[in-house]
């Protein structure tokens, strides 16, 4: 069964600095998308980056980044310049063919809290 | 564009009442699906559907029924409310051929029974 790990369930880091959120994934498939979702305390699912499995090169989103490591099923997110309202919970998210569409594996988050 | 709209944003049900979670989105995405929300658990996949008139189960199905009779809209029903449904729902949706686009949520519904 493909699982999606995210180690780390709270975080926290200051204003303006960088941190890392660690994902890992299971799967045998070769073809899959690999997606990483903020949730603030809106409760609104927000979209923040999406890598193709098939592309080697990492993806950047402004202040955030992946590091795709398709032979370790690792992909993290890196923030840059870290802001107040990045403050949320982060969700990983692996995305596979599933009975003539797709659907999402998702991690159990981490909530990031950034500091004043 | 509203996007994904979910109604209603907060409901509290009693044991053994039924309701229907509202969903609707106005881009014309053919792709939709039900998820559910629960603490230390992720996003779940309750049912969905690729078109009007055609649905099918996701992961966690047991409690719920669904029907897509227009494109537009996507009703989650609970006929028989149990403790164990509370939870947070999201309804989501998407074009076919673009899954590297991933799906746009809506803005969820928590729900209590109680």
């Known amino acids: 069964a493909q699982t999606v790990t995210q180690s780390q369930p709270e975080m926290s880091v200051q204003e303006a600095e960088t941190v890392t959120l660690s994902c890992t994934y299971d799967t045998s498939e070769s073809n899959y998308y690999l997606f990483w979702y903020k949730q603030p305390p809106s409760r609104q699912m927000i979209l923040v980056i999406r890598q193709e499995a098939y592309k080697q090169q990492n993806a950047t989103e402004n202040r955030f980044s992946v590091n795709f490591q398709k032979a370790a099923k690792s992909f993290s997110l890196k923030i840059s310049d870290s802001q107040l309202g990045d403050t949320a919970m982060y969700f990983c998210?692996?995305?596979?063919?599933?009975?003539?569409?797709?659907?999402?594996?998702f991690g159990t988050g981490t909530r990031l809290k950034v500091l004043a | 564009n509203a996007g994904v709209t979910q109604t209603p944003k907060f409901q509290v049900l009693k044991t053994g009442q039924s309701m229907t979670l509202q969903c609707a989105q106005d881009m014309n995405h053919e792709y939709m699906s039900w998820y559910r929300q629960d603490p230390g658990m992720g996003l779940r996949l309750i049912h969905y559907s690729v078109g009007a008139g055609i649905t099918d189960q996701g992961e966690v199905p047991n409690g719920y029924n669904v029907s897509r009779s227009t494109t537009e809209d996507f009703p989650l029903r609970l006929l028989s409310a149990a403790p164990s449904q509370t939870s947070v729902y999201f309804c989501?949706?998407?074009?076919?051929?673009?899954?590297?686009?991933?799906?746009?949520f809506g803005s969820g519904t928590r729900l209590t029974v109680v």
């Open positions: 998210a692996f995305m596979k063919h599933f009975s003539g569409t797709y659907k999402y594996i």
């Open positions: 989501a949706s998407r074009r076919p051929g673009e899954p590297n686009y991933g799906y746009t």
